[in-house]
């Protein structure tokens, strides 16, 4: 297992509200990437953090933001809950902002009403 | 646009046959490949990992051949155990103006028949 944990391991929340999932690199890693699961799906990258900053998105809306705080821990937030939300988010994190392999945690399973 | 594409999506092999899965991806400066193996409600691991100046690497039953050439790589697993069955998912990384990010393929069920 890596050393990667997130919290919490389940939510439901209902259209319209806002939600905040957590992401604890694993020791020596500078770099959290945040991914988000569909059922039967592979994971789709929606942000990087590299210490501290944003270093870049992918194809998701302004709603989805984030943060890394100086102990490289992170967070994703999401407003404005749509049902097609609901997923497995995965974080994973990495040494570097490089080709660095990138280490999951277990992941946040979303359950949007 | 950037794609990986995977392939089969479901794949059954009797216990000791060969497991092959491939993909294919569309950046050409895409340099580093891993390996991911999810086992139903776990975290996505890995198994395996190439980088783009080798073009084949094994770990035990587990190898990955790379063809940059082509765009394409593959998995190959050998003397399947019934602990193999999971869905496998590839990647490619991509260099986004200085993000380095992963696409992943659509995965492949293996299931391992004993």
């Known amino acids: 297992e890596t050393g990667v944990t997130q919290s919490p391991t389940h939510l439901i929340k209902t259209r319209g509200q806002q939600v905040t999932l957590r992401c604890s690199s694993q020791?020596?890693?500078?770099?959290v990437s945040w991914y988000q699961q569909a059922l039967g799906q592979g994971p789709q990258f929606i942000f990087q953090y590299y210490r501290e900053e944003e270093n870049g998105r992918g194809n998701f809306p302004p709603r989805f933001s984030g943060l890394q705080f100086p102990n490289y821990s992170s967070e994703l937030n999401v407003n404005a809950l749509e049902l097609d939300d609901s997923a497995l988010y995965l974080c994973?994190?990495?040494?570097?902002?490089?080709?660095?392999?990138?280490?999951f945690g277990p992941g946040t399973r979303l359950l949007v009403l | 646009g950037e794609n990986v594409e995977q392939h089969p999506s479901t794949l059954s092999v009797q216990e000791g046959d060969s497991a092959v899965i491939k993909c294919t991806y569309s950046?050409?400066?895409?340099?580093?490949f891993p390996w991911y193996k999810q086992e139903l409600g776990k975290r996505p691991q890995l198994i395996i990992d190439?980088?783009?100046?080798?073009g084949e690497k094994k770990d035990q039953r587990i190898a990955v051949t790379l063809n940059k050439t082509a765009k394409h790589f593959s998995l190959h697993i050998t003397e399947t155990q019934p602990e193999d069955s999971a869905v496998y998912f590839c990647a490619a990384s991509i260099d986004d103006s200085g993000t380095y990010k992963y696409i992943f393929g659509t995965g492949t069920r293996l299931k391992v028949l004993a």
């Open positions: 994973a994190s990495s040494s570097g902002q490089g080709y660095e392999t990138q280490y």
């Open positions: 020791s020596g890693h500078n770099t």
């Open positions: 190439i980088r783009s100046n080798v």
């Open positions: 950046d050409s400066a895409s340099n580093y």
